[in-house]
């Protein structure tokens, strides 16, 4: 793993409350085709706040949520009393050998070295078990993104300063929009890749929408949760979360208690060890 990827996969700790209250963990439908059956034993890895554990809780006898970062372990154990909440990483968990059901991963395992995580998934799991990892966050292909994208373009064209989330400042496409209110211009790939020599088969792929209604402090707050903002300087942060203020007011007319519908979207992936 890169310095970079260290310093961003490590951020998150920072601002663990604020994790908590704007980010959103993966939809009820989602988890529901991912863990189809309870089972005796799920492993919630790379827990964070705990968002999958709480929905884990009433699909298994028992949850271990395995979390490197003891801030937002504190937070995970205030939100869900009862789950064993242990410090590890994908690389490195400290469960038995064939003890789990299923591993699933919720916006967490591209922060993860894939081969030893892969390894280490197949070791703890029990034959034939599961697999998971899922993605939540804004769809950048949804109207209100691609409008907003849209808006900053026109912006830029005609002369407007901008700061933006990006390569550089002043980027002609607008640092894409989505990349300033909610995205990630760093963002990876969201998928689950099975290499071959590790233990599992081929992962099936669903995909799952739905709309949130969010006033501007609800997107300022999750625009803060991201890595590439957690990880900036301060000055150079407060700067970009107040033009991106200054932008939903100006562009969007969303400020205040005025709401707009942002899309949402899961990937999930599912394989099995064999």
């Known amino acids: 793993m890169s310095q970079e990827k260290a310093e961003r996969a490590g ?44 929905l884990l809780v009433d699909r298994a006898e028992e949850v271990v949520a395995v979390e490197p970062d003891g801030r937002m372990r504190s937070v995970l154990t205030a939100e869900a009393p009862g789950v064993r909440a242990v410090m590890g990483r994908g690389e490195s968990m400290p469960v038995p050998d064939c003890c789990a059901d299923a591993v699933l991963a919720s916006s967490s395992w591209h922060w993860m070295d894939p081969i030893p995580t892969l390894n280490e998934v197949g070791r703890v799991l029990l034959p034939g078990g599961t697999l998971g990892a899922v993605w939540s966050g804004p ?52 998928s689950l890749e099975i290499p071959p020599g590790v233990p599992f088969d081929q992962p099936e792929h669903e995909v799952f929408t739905w709309d949130v209604a969010l006033n501007a402090d609800e997107l300022i707050g999750l625009l803060g949760t991201l890595s590439s903002i957690i990880t900036m300087a301060p000055d150079r942060r407060e700067r970009v979360i107040a033009e991106a203020r200054r932008l939903l007011r100006e562009l969007l007319g969303v400020e205040g208690e005025v709401t707009v519908d942002v899309a949402f979207r899961a990937d999930a992936w599912r394989s099995r060890r064999n």
């Open 139 to 190: 769809d950048f292909e949804g109207p209100f993104l691609v409008q907003a994208r849209a808006l900053l373009a026109e912006q830029w064209q005609g002369g407007a300063e901008v700061v933006v989330v990006g390569e550089g400042e002043g980027d002609p496409h607008g640092g894409e929009f989505a990349s300033l209110i909610m995205g990630d211009a760093l963002r990876p790939t969201f």
């Open 11 to 54: 951020s998150f700790g920072a601002v663990a409350s604020q994790y908590e209250r704007y980010r959103p963990g993966p939809p009820v439908a989602a988890v529901d085709w991912l863990l189809p059956t309870r089972v005796g034993m799920v492993i919630d890895l790379g827990a964070g706040t705990g968002a999958l554990t709480r």
